[in-house]
């Protein structure tokens, strides 16, 4: 068919790829053909849909009905259709098929290299300022990371990157009944001694680093009927297990004891109790329907689950120390309590409930603030960059907790968000500074810097590092002195570029259900469509057409708008850059990084400026049908939008082959890969071909 030799996928590629090769192939293949596309079997499928960030929501919580696809000769194709798609392939490709430039995760070996920059290292900031310092691996598995140690999601070299960034913490997500024996059904628990003891052996050399590991609570795990069946005692609101039971209260005591004991030098945990999975009974508002829970209401079931967690802390601490092991950390392992999720008028009665030892509460700092963009006025409910905390709810929680006992810890999202979590980081180095001195302000403890997007040792990071460590230090000085330490005598120009890049990205429409459901991940991979799909956008998953959700409060000329403005201005910014560098003699090193750096500028503007070619296609497709006079100029216009979508497609393919980072998230893997991004330059061309001409 013309399309050349498949590209060879190595197997380290393979298992870091799982995830974007199911999403590409959800609408292609049944779930049984998948299986045998992984080499999986259903189990192991099921979980990775469940297990890995909720994968199946992201997939739109649903699996397209698909016919199996089988090989066959390509003779059996008929002769005037094998000439359509050659002519097609020709009028997109002239100059034959573009050839690969950099592998996939070649990130990963850039990372993995030896550390030899003493000049990137920032070692004043590991001994002071905010503490714990926490971020996400940047290609760390998210499922069953334990299970395997070949994968090595966090090798030496890039622990040192991360602490020279200023980063002492990574989390881990894990599943307590993966991770410790399940009482009432073992088999789910296979492997747990195995896992158990690669954390230990984990926690014992990244510590070697400077860097300590949370992990990841959410739990106790909802469970299938079928386990109700014959444990009903044990059930509480729907599927959950109920924490006012004594034997679930035991059960969880005694998981986190025997992890703490077996791997002591655990930095600790964070805990989140009314969000994610169904955990307790009022874990998402509806425990009034378990007769345990609802006499004691969800400020005294969160509390006591909280204060069970602790409880199990120290118990495991004391079984450790007790055993002269040797190898205890400088310090019980400590539990964050999150208040994700809680509802406005139940924290009030929760944080006075907590245990203050060795416990901290945290918030998302910018919850709550009030913004208008474009016109139109919201608050912050999600993550946000574009967004300079703190908010209301941070600082009423934090009050609450100071006043009783408790240190604070701010959650944020130092290098990237959902407003974009296709690059490594944002270089909104500015909004970010600005954010950090007003925590420094707030006195509180630590900052939580990433969920599973932000782990990147970043620009960013390393500028949160230096006004931690020295709280009278101006966040220009900050910004400087990092911009010397990486780019040398492109500083000057790198400071301009991220100053006007903070200001213009401050104007991006914002909301929640903006950030969840628009094409912000895969930008111009997203593929056109004649006619409605009538698909609801996922979240950071498939955007669809789903025009509706995309734009959320925002009227379409309005959203659209605001992300055509910002992606043409980072495009400005990219050729002033351009033009003072060329002033410049810089090194070779120095070359690379302002190229680094320029294609992140870059593909965030061609993200957003993808992202108004869509919403103006979409738009003017549902125009089409009931035009008349206005016909032949709706048409002039859909053309002119499809010639800018091959445009920006072709260059963000050139983008993404050179470098391998864009593109790429830890819990999503590569949104979208060259192949697809040349898929889209054959989408456009075939509607312009052969819909467009005869509509």
């Not at 379409?556 to 410049?584: M, N, Q, Y």
Request: glycine content about 6%; hydrophobic content about 40%; some cysteine.
């Amino acid at each position: 068919m013309g399309l050349g030799d498949a590209l060879k996928v190595t197997a380290a590629q393979w298992e870091r790829s799982y995830l974007t090769v199911i999403r590409r192939n959800w609408h292609l293949l049944p779930k049984s053909q998948l299986q045998v596309l992984m080499g999986w079997d259903e189990a192991q499928l099921e979980f990775t849909l469940k297990e890995d960030d909720f994968f199946y929501i992201k997939l739109g919580s649903l699996k397209p009905a698909c016919p199996p696809v089988y090989y066959d000769q390509l003779s059996v194709l008929d002769e005037k259709t094998k000439i359509s798609f050659m002519q097609l392939l020709k009028a997109s490709f002239p100059e034959g098929l573009p050839t690969e430039q950099m592998p996939y995760f070649q990130f990963v070996n850039e990372l993995s290299a030896p550390f030899t920059d003493a000049k990137g290292k920032s070692t004043e900031s590991i001994q002071a300022g905010f503490s714990p310092r926490i971020a996400y691996p940047y290609f760390a598995l998210f499922g069953d990371p334990l299970l395997d140690p070949e994968i090595d999601s966090y090798p030496d070299a890039y622990l040192e990157r991360l602490a020279a960034s200023g980063v002492d913490s990574i989390w881990m997500h894990i599943v307590l009944s993966k991770l410790t024996p399940f009482p009432w059904d073992p088999s789910i628990s296979t492997h747990w001694e195995h896992r158990l003891t690669n954390l230990k052996a984990l926690t014992e050399r990244v510590r070697k680093h400077g860097i300590g590991i949370y992990l990841y609570l959410n739990e106790p795990r909802h469970q299938p009927e079928a386990f109700f069946e014959k444990y009903p005692d044990l059930r509480g609101q729907g599927t959950a297990l109920c924490t006012s039971h004594p034997a679930v209260q035991q059960y969880l005591e005694g998981s986190i004891a025997l992890i703490v004991e077996r791997a002591p030098q655990l930095a600790g945990f964070f805990s989140i109790t009314a969000s994610e999975n169904p955990t307790h009974c009022w874990s998402h508002g509806q425990g009034d329907k378990c007769p345990r829970c609802a006499l004691l209401g969800p400020e005294k079931v969160i509390s006591t689950l909280n204060n069970l967690y602790t409880k199990g802390i120290n118990r495991g601490y004391a079984s450790a120390v007790a055993s002269g092991k040797g190898d205890v950390a400088d310090g019980r392992p400590k539990l964050i309590i999150w208040d994700w999720g809680w509802r406005d008028d139940w924290a009030a009665g929760i944080i006075p409930e907590l245990t203050t030892d060795h416990t901290l509460l945290m918030s998302v700092s910018e919850w709550e603030l009030e913004i208008e963009r474009g016109g139109v006025r919201s608050k912050v409910g999600e993550y946000s960059i574009s967004a300079i905390g703190p908010g209301p709810r941070a600082r009423r929680h934090w009050e609450i907790a100071k006043r009783h006992g408790l240190k604070t810890m701010a959650k944020i999202q130092a290098n990237n968000s959902w407003e974009i979590g296709a690059v490594p980081y944002i270089p909104a180095v500015y909004n970010v500074a600005k954010h950090i001195d007003h925590l420094r302000k707030e006195g509180i403890a630590g900052i939580m810097l990433s969920w599973t997007l932000g782990g990147y040792p970043s620009p960013n990071l390393e500028v949160v590092s230096l006004m931690g460590s020295d709280r009278n230090l101006p966040a220009d000085d900050a910004i400087r002195t990092v911009a010397r330490r990486r780019f040398g005598s492109a500083a000057d120009a790198i400071v301009s570029a991220w100053r006007d890049v903070s200001t213009h990205f401050s104007k991006f429409p914002y909301h929640i259900s903006v950030v969840y459901n628009a094409p912000l991940q895969c930008g111009p991979a997203n593929l056109l469509w004649s006619e409605p799909t009538d698909y609801k956008a996922t979240m950071v998953g498939l955007p669809y057409d789903d025009v509706t959700s995309w734009r959320a409060i925002y009227p379409p000329s309005v959203f659209a708008g605001l992300l055509r403005e910002i992606g043409e201005a980072f495009a400005e910014i990219i050729r002033r850059l351009d033009d003072d560098c060329t002033k410049l003699n810089l090194t070779q090193t120095e070359q690379k990084a302002v190229r680094l750096e320029r294609n992140i500028i870059e593909t965030i503007s061609i993200h957003y400026q993808s992202i108004a070619n869509q919403v103006d296609f979409i738009t003017l497709r549902d125009q089409l049908p009931a035009a008349e006079s206005d016909r032949a100029r709706i048409k002039r216009a859909l053309s002119e939008v499809l010639s800018r979508e091959i445009r920006l497609a072709r260059r963000m393919a050139a983008l993404q082959t050179s470098d391998s980072r864009l593109g790429y998230e830890a819990s999503n893997q590569y949104f979208y890969t060259s192949a697809d991004l040349y898929e889209k330059v054959l989408n456009c061309n075939y509607l312009m071909m052969n819909w467009l001409r005869f509509v």
